[in-house]
């Protein structure tokens, strides 16, 4: 493995973030790194870069150690001093404060970019430079976070790859590592629970639980590079990026009435931000359970508004049971009721229009919808009571049915015995 390492080519020339000439491939191969030869045989941290090289990505592009570190990859084993030349380009671990710019000499070369992956973004240090990590940065703060934090400094992984630092599946982790630290928080006076309250949230349930790979996660809300708190002005467009139609009904809901919802923080106040629990019925209404109770206080316009929209939910949701119920008992006891389990399904559609026409502010709009599935309920219930009413026809006359056989067959016997006696019987 080691020699294997050793013979890893480099294909980019280092320059400096101060006006260098910028890396690029090499036309030749270039001669065997001694880096990875000579790390191979440290321990601890030195060892790290050679131990973590063969799955780095840069490594597997044709990329060496002295394209970030500079120095002479072709100097002997013997001469530490040589590979370490400071003529040669030679900075040694660079200071966190320029690892951006560190970076940016190729991730922010479109053309050098192209000719590893022409899908690949060039604008990830000018959007950086928006977020609040990447002011502090360029303000000489050493302690937010930078390239290297987020995805490793050696061994670092494609995102697509399961074991990447910034997939999916372990990237809340990773920001985690920072906004879960109390000690380093508490410099800014920034929260710490973000990560235990997602990780109970719908969203990590349905990532970890479900495998669902497009179920949000931090950047899908806080972007990745420019990553920014979403305002309260930009938040109901963060979640409208997923929930359109919530976030068109809010949009409407303003122009039409002329009114500004910002002040009501939007989606938030209601589903929180990162405890964003899956939404449920007990959520509308004046219930204990209820976010509307947060606002609104008894004797509020809204207050009643939220209670009537809330008692005709209920009783959708308990009609839209009770023909469950009786449709399936039904179904089991070998009634033929699939055409009105079939037509129940309008009745649950409703339920989920509903459930997005709160986000209209619109209580008439909101009933009528209501109405009818509570009237598509109603005829399921109807279906189902009619189902055992049949039943119970079918059993009474499948008894009596019985009880004539029964009766025949017993008439039957006696005639034969009768028969059977009056038979002349044989002498002995």
């Known amino acids: 493995m080691r020699a294997a390492l050793a013979l890893l080519?480099?294909?980019?020339?280092?320059?400096?973030?101060?006006?260098?000439?910028?890396?690029?491939?090499?036309?030749?191969?270039?001669?065997?790194?001694?880096?990875?030869?000579?790390h191979a045989e440290l321990e601890g941290?030195?060892?790290?870069?050679?131990?973590?090289?063969?799955?780095?990505?840069?490594?597997?592009?044709g990329l060496s150690c002295h394209d970030c570190h500079g120095g002479n990859p072709a100097a002997g084993l013997d001469d530490p001093s040589a590979a370490h030349d400071e003529s040669k380009g030679w900075t040694g671990k660079p200071s966190r404060l320029r690892i951006p710019l560190l970076c940016a000499r190729c991730h922010a070369d479109a053309d050098l970019m192209k000719r590893f992956n022409p899908h690949t973004r060039v604008d990830q240090l000018s959007e950086y430079r928006t977020s609040v990590h990447g002011k502090r940065n360029a303000a000489g703060?050493?302690?937010?976070?930078?390239?290297?934090?987020?995805?490793?400094?050696?061994?670092?992984?494609?995102?697509?790859?399961?074991?990447?630092?910034v997939h999916p599946t372990r990237l809340a982790e990773t920001c985690a590592r920072c906004h879960a630290d109390e000690r380093l928080m508490g410099r800014y006076g920034l929260p710490t629970g973000q990560y235990a309250d997602y990780k109970t949230s719908v969203h990590a349930h349905a990532l970890y639980a479900k495998g669902d790979l497009g179920a949000p996660t931090c950047n899908d809300c806080h972007g990745s590079h420019g990553a920014v708190p979403p305002g309260v002005e930009s938040v109901a467009n963060v979640c409208g990026t997923c929930h359109g139609r919530e976030a068109t009904l809010f949009r409407e809901t303003e122009a039409k009435r002329g009114i500004d919802l910002d002040l009501c923080i939007?989606?938030?106040?209601?589903?929180?931000?990162?405890?964003?629990?899956?939404?449920?019925?007990?959520?509308?209404?004046?219930?204990?359970?209820?976010?509307?109770?947060s606002c609104h206080v008894e004797g509020d316009p809204l207050y009643l508004a939220s209670a009537r929209m809330g008692a005709a939910s209920a009783r959708l949701k308990a009609r839209l049971g009770e023909a469950h119920d009786l449709l399936e008992r039904a179904e089991r006891a070998g009634m033929e009721v699939s055409a009105d389990t079939f037509a129940l399904r309008e009745a649950q559609d409703k339920v989920v229009e509903a459930r997005v026409l709160v986000h209209s502010f619109d209580q008439e709009r909101f009933l009528a919808t209501v109405d009818s599935g509570t009237a598509s309920a109603e005829a399921g219930v109807t279906a189902g009571q009619r189902a055992f009413r049949e039943l119970r026809q079918r059993r009474l006359g499948l008894g009596v049915s019985l009880l004539v056989i029964m009766a025949v067959i017993a008439g039957l016997a006696l005639k034969v015995r009768e028969l059977d006696r009056k038979l002349p019987r044989e002498e002995p």
């Open 45 to 61: 941290a030195a060892l790290e870069p050679a131990r973590r090289a063969a799955d780095d990505v840069h490594f597997q592009k």
């Open 266 to 293: 939007r989606c938030i106040v209601c589903h929180n931000n990162h405890a964003v629990r899956a939404p449920t019925a007990d959520m509308l209404g004046v219930g204990p359970r209820s976010t509307c109770i």
């Open 141 to 165: 703060d050493a302690q937010v976070a930078v390239c290297v934090a987020c995805h490793g400094v050696h061994g670092i992984r494609p995102v697509a790859d399961p074991r990447s630092s």
């Open 9 to 38: 080519l480099s294909a980019v020339l280092t320059r400096a973030a101060c006006g260098a000439e910028t890396p690029r491939p090499a036309a030749s191969p270039s001669p065997p790194s001694s880096c990875l030869t000579c």
